[in-house]
């Protein structure tokens, strides 16, 4: 395995790890909506089950469909993320670890939806009364990895220097 692919390797494997281990802490040590200041007026620690897609889209709708649709589209996102991820250099390491945080994120969640048909959420951030939708440590993954790649892609590319390149993988 080359080192590209270790390190997203590694880094896929650490948030599936870590995601998975804090939500079956909170599912063995609370009660489904019961919340925990953590820091006053701004996250708890609050167990809620989310059967939507990021921010609560589609929750609730469609059911016979909802669970299948989204292991889909997850599947097809991490083929894509794989196929993208071909083509970074093997020197272009916070692009690779990306990826890696956006695919660990990505079966996080896959496996809570074909385990439990829903996703475990349990971070609550909020400002007095406005809170941004519960979330756990994949879509925490998820959200870094992606505003790395579109920062990334909003880099200016040097000028090519004596032909072609080729990916690495």
Known sequence: ?????????????????????????????????????????LLDLTYVRNTGAAFGLLAGRLEDWRVPFFLAVSALALVL????????????WPVIAACGGVLGGAVGNMIDRAAFGEVIDFL????????????????????????????????????????????EG
């Open 1 to 41: 395995m080359s080192r590209k692919w270790g390190l997203a390797t590694a880094v896929a494997v650490g948030v599936v790890v870590s995601d998975q281990l804090t939500k079956s802490l909170v599912v063995s040590r609370m009660q489904l909506h019961q919340s925990i200041p953590l820091i006053d007026g």
């Open 124 to 167: 609550d951030l909020h400002v007095g009364s406005y809170h941004w939708p519960a979330f756990n440590v994949a879509d925490a993954a998820i959200t870094v990895g992606v505003a790395v790649l579109c920062l990334d892609a909003l880099r200016p590319t040097p000028p090519s220097r004596g032909g072609e390149s080729r990916p």
């Open 81 to 92: 993320l794989a196929w993208f991820l071909r083509g970074v250099s093997a020197q272009h």
